[in-house]
């Protein structure tokens, strides 16, 4: 293979690893080597990958020592780096806000005085800061900064899954300031290099292949034809629902992909209009 055309993915370490190892495996381009090597063999030819520490994969993708990378949205935004968003992968998924001590605030808001402002987003905690006008100073934490209200700071900046942390600190949220996931960046040189584009593009597409699979289930049925207007708008489906005679011709089977999240209303609406034979299956890529 032509080293040149090779792409260079940036893996990070820790609990963000273990969600995408499950996704690479069910894309079929799964990690071949199971020890504790940092240089990673996928079963995808054109591209090598190595783990990286999350925040240091922004910094090589933006130098551009790494072509592509999954990285969280929080820390490209923090560094300011300039990067290409390829795919979210949805994974990991928080809200960076600002939060107070319940005792701080007046009808809800942070008073209108100078604040101490604590995070470990110097970035964009500061811009954050001035799009509010908010005035005060802001210092840097460097973990658990949820527990320095009130007496280390005024305000914090952090990011919460559920907000049950801030909740258990007795903190409020004020402002919710971004949401940020793991998501696939690349540096924008790199896409001006056709083989590598190729590679990249096609990786991208059997990764969003099974992210959209795992958000919807196979719907077969079958139905009297008669009542398949009734039925026709009731299936959320991708474009159309396949349709095709039985062999007795006095009905029709449907399928369909529908999202999982409608199953629950969906399979009782078919039911009630004379669906039988229901059948509910996993997909596991989608190629739109």
Known sequence: MNTQSLVQLALPKGRMFEKLKQLLGDAGCPILNRDRDYRVQLALDGVSAK??????????LAAGRRDIGFA????VAELNADLVPLLDTELDTVEIVAAAPESLLVDGQLPTRPLV??????????????DVNLEGRFVRSWGA???????????????????STLRANRLQIVDTIMTSSTRLYANPK???DPPKRR?????????KAVL????????EFNLDAQRLETVLP??????????????????VAVRAAVPKAQLTTILPAIKSVGGTDIVVSRIDQIVA
Do not use: H
């Open 51 to 60: 783990l990286l520490k999350p925040q240091g994969i922004v910094e090589m």
């Open 72 to 75: 969280g949205a929080d820390w």
């Open 117 to 130: 402002v604590a995070s470990e987003y110097a970035q964009i905690t500061q811009r954050w800061m001035r």
């Open 145 to 163: 900064t949820e527990v320095l209200p009130p007496e280390d700071a005024d305000c914090i900046v952090d990011n919460t899954a559920t907000g």
């Open 190 to 192: 790199v896409l001006d």
């Open 199 to 207: 590679l990249i593009d096609d990786f991208v597409m059997v990764l």
């Open 212 to 219: 959209d699979a795992r958000k919807r289930v196979m719907l």
């Open 234 to 251: 009731l299936l959320p489906a991708m474009r159309e629902p396949t349709i095709a005679r039985l062999q007795s011709d006095e009905g």
